[in-house]
Each structure stands twice: as C-alpha cells, then as structure tokens.
C-alpha cells in the first residue's frame, strides 16, 4: 500500500534586490541634499573650465599680437632669428600668423628649437557656439601628449588685420586646466557641503522634527488613547504642519468622544440585556392587564385604552427588535405608505402636546402620504415633537405655552418634512454635537439620545435629519425621507338614502 505523498509547500519568493534606500526621513533629506547639491555643482563645473580656458587663450593671442608689432616697428625687417624667438617664447607662442587683405602671412619667422610640430586642432574664438565652448577644456584634457592647438581670434592691436593665429603646445593649458578643476573642485565641494549642511538642517528643523513629533503623537495615540501625555501639542505656525497640527488635534478630540460614547452605549447595552427579559415580561403583564379592562366595557376605559395598547405594542416591538440580546443597531425599516397627518397626530399626543399648552399646526392634508416604516417614523417625530415641546417649556418667558408648525414639499423624488418651533433655540455649544448620542443633550439631565435615535432611523430610511436654522425665535428641522407616494384616494361621500313614505 502505498503511501499518501504530502503536496509539495511552495516557498514565498524571494524579494528582489532594491537600491539600498534608507528608512528614516532625515537619512533620505541628506542624501538627497548631498545628491541635488552635487549636480549643480557639476553644473557649475564645466562653464568654469570653459572660461578660464577661453581667458588663457586670449592671454596668449593678445601676447602674440603684442610681440608682432615690435617686429613690424623695424621697417627694413631687420629682427634677427635670435630675437624672434626671444619674442615668440615671451609670448608662449610657436607660429603667429596675421591674414591682411585675404593673405596669410608669417610673423617673426623662426626655426623651432628642436620641436616637431603635429597637426593642432583647431579653437576658433570668433565665431563658438556654447556647445563648442563648453566641450573645448575638455578636449584639451583628453588630447595627446606632446599636441598643438591652433587658436584663431579677433584682432585688438593691429587693425589692419582680418584675424590673428598663433600654434601653441597645449601641454602648460593642460596642466593649467587640471590644477584650476582641482581648486574648482575643492572650493565647490566645500561650498556644497557648507549649503547642503544649512539646507538639511534648515529643513530638518521645518520640517523633518515636526512630521516625527505629529508621527510620534499619533504612535502615542494609537497606543493609548486616554493618556494625556499622547495627544499632539499643537504650536502657533501658520504653515502645512501647523494645519497638520490642529487637525491632528481636532481628530484626537472627536476620536476621544466617540470612544467615550461608544464606552456609555456599551455599557448601556450591557445594562439592557441584563433587564431585557425582565421588562418583556413586564410588558405582557401589562398588555394582559388592559385586555382585561377591555372586558369591563366602561366607556371611558373603551376610550383610553386604544392609546395604551398601541404603546404597549410599541414598547414590546423595541425591547424584542431594538435591544435584542444588547444589540443597539435599528433593524432595517419595512418601507410602506403611510398616511402622514394620522402619523403626526399620534406622536403629538405621545409627545405629550395639547391644544392648552404647546400645540401643533399644520396645513398637511390628510390624504397625503410618505414611504416610511410606520412603527420608526412614529418614533421620529416623537422625539422631534417631545424635544420641540421640552424646549418650549423650558423656556422662563414663555409660561409653557407654544406651537410646532410642520409642512410637507416634495422635491426630486424626495419628501421634505419641516418642523418649525417658536422655542428659545439650540444653544451655541450643542450644535456641533447636536447628533451625537451623550453629547448633544440641550437639556439639563437629557442623554442626547433623542436627535441621535431620530437620525439614525431617517438615515436608514435613505434619508437624513438636519437642523436648517436656530436662533432666539425658534428652530428649524428638515426631515428627509426618500420617494414621493401618491396621495390617498378621495373618499366619495355615502349616498343619502330617501326616507320612506308613510301610507295614508
């Protein structure tokens, strides 16, 4: 029997190899700094050499033309070879040549001493272009020992002639040019180094300290989030880091509130899973009691009791639905037609408004409709009536007496529901965290759940609740649910029967 063979393990592959790249952002900030600072230095370089080649070239043509004109002074021509070579080797010189009137003439002719002069190469100064100019030092550099250069230039003493030349052994411009790159050499290295150094530290004090002091922060944070110690110090720039900065601290604020929310909710959850089933049982005990008065047949227990069941009904769906084993998500809404000035009537009466204190208006006919979940909608606009009639009655001045005016638009597939209150309006320091569940309570004593729960369940609608305005004179509240459904049908009126007529 043969043996099971295990399947082969494929090993990871390999990296590839990189370019060694440091990690740190001040290790990357000196070798870029060192590399930018050592490319414009071989930017420098070579207009450098070009220049001082060009300048000693010129030296020696002036020089040559210079010695040119003591030879021409004798007008029999009388200068002896002796002291033409003296002139030339005052000059640095081999052949100066002078071309009048389109011919090339010998100035201070002489035999060169023991030197046999190779073909030059050719600098024309009169006409180079800046490509020719920047490649001339090193063409210089890499010609061959013992070589001649021909240089051609404009003349400046003798007017007369169309151009001077002179041949000259580049030997002594060779060994010129290598010491002038040597010193050009040091002083840009040491320049470089001294820009570079105040470069790097300029922007490792501007920049690198305080991306690693915000790094640094956010680490600490991460962490821990409740100690002190960890949150950003913010300082006074002005500038990206400075924004950076107060960002950074305004995050660490809003994430330390939401964790303390998250903190009371989870308690809270822990807390009502704990009673859940207690309340349940509560909650039937109570909607067995009222069955039982219905049985009574008082009328005016006929009267209250239709109230009292549908809270009861309400009451048990959310400890069932809502609070189901500590979950604190809203289930999803089961999206229907729902007759809207039926909906605000129940909540204002829930909400606790009467006619004799704060009441309701509205201009809402009673046909009109909303896609909505009946059971949340019902919660929406009880907490949005109660928190309105609470305001109100909060209020010093106003004897608990006041209205909330609701009106219904529709607008690009969407129903927009406005509550309008005469209350005193929400205070400066709650409407950042109006929304915002332990936080935005503006009453004294309030969780700030209200606002937070209507929101939550307009949101999971498709839509959305927003404070639009507030002030001394009231408040303002959008309520935004998605779809427009059409407006119950008109009821036609019964038809009257006709009497019946008595027999004579």
């Known amino acids: 029997m043969t043996e099971p063979v295990a399947p082969a393990v494929s090993e990871p592959p390999k990296p590839g190899r990189r370019f060694p790249w440091p990690g740190g952002l001040s290790a990357r900030l000196l070798l870029l700094t060192a590399l930018f600072v050592a490319i414009a230095a071989a930017f420098i370089l070579p207009p450098a050499l070009a220049d001082f080649e060009k300048q000693w070239l010129l030296d020696r043509v002036r020089s040559a033309e210079l010695a040119s004109t003591i030879a021409d002074a004798d007008p029999e021509r009388r200068v002896t070879d002796r002291v033409s070579q003296q002139l030339l080797d005052q000059a640095g010189v081999v052949i100066v040549a002078l071309e009048v009137d389109g011919a090339r003439r010998l100035v201070l002719p002489t035999e060169p001493r023991g030197l046999k002069i190779k073909t030059p190469y050719l600098v024309d100064l009169r006409r180079q272009n800046p490509g020719s100019w920047l490649a001339a030092p090193f063409f210089t550099l890499k010609s061959a020992p013992g070589s001649m250069v021909r240089v051609m230039a404009e003349p400046r003493f003798r007017q007369e002639a ?25 002083v840009t290295i040491f320049v470089a180094a001294l820009a570079g150094g105040l470069i790097y530290l300029a922007l490792n004090f501007l920049l690198v300290r305080p991306m690693q002091r915000l790094t640094l922060a956010m680490e600490r944070f991460r962490a821990n989030p409740e100690d002190p110690a960890a949150r950003v110090v913010v300082s006074r720039r002005r500038d990206e ?145 109660r928190n309105a009639r609470e305001a109100i009655e ?50 004294r004593g ?27 004179g009231g408040s303002v509240f959008d309520l935004t649910l998605a779809g427009t459904p059409e407006p119950l049908p008109e009821t036609p009126p019964e038809p009257v029967k006709p009497k019946a007529r008595s027999k004579p």
């Open 162 to 186: 169309e151009f001077v030349e002179i041949v000259l052994p580049d030997a002594q411009l060779k060994a010129l040019l290598v010491g002038y790159l040597g010193r050009l050499a040091a």
């Open 241 to 385: 880091i400075g924004r950076a900065e107060r960002e950074l601290d305004m995050m660490q604020t809003d994430l330390i509130t939401a964790l303390q929310a998250k903190a009371r909710l989870a308690a809270l959850g822990e807390a009502v899973a704990k009673i859940n089933h207690d309340l349940r049982n509560m909650l039937t005990s109570a909607q067995m009691a009222s069955d039982r008065l219905a049985a009574l047949g008082d009328p005016k227990v006929a009267q209250a009791l239709p109230r009292l069941e549908r809270a009861l009904d309400r009451a048990i769906t959310l400890a069932s639905d809502v609070m189901a084993y500590g979950k604190s998500k809203e289930p999803a809404p089961a999206l229907r037609a729902a007759p809207l000035r039926a909906a605000l009537d129940m909540a204002a009466e829930d909400a606790g408004l009467q006619p004799t204190g704060v009441a309701l208006e509205t201009v809402i006919d009673g046909r009109e409709q909303v896609l909505a979940d009946p059971d949340q909608l019902h919660r929406i606009l009880t907490n949005l009536l």
């Open 394 to 443: 909060g209020a010093p001045d106003r004897g608990g007496k006041g209205r909330v005016f609701v009106e219904l638009r529709r607008a690009e597939g969407l129903s927009i529901l406005r509550l309008s209150d005469d209350g005193p309006g929400v205070p400066e320091k709650a409407r950042n965290n109006l929304f915002q569940p332990f936080v935005g309570s503006v009453r």
């Open 446 to 472: 309030g969780t700030g759940l209200g606002l937070a729960i209507a929101r939550e369940l307009a949101q999971g609608h498709g839509g959305d609740l927003a404070l639009v305005e507030t002030g001394p």
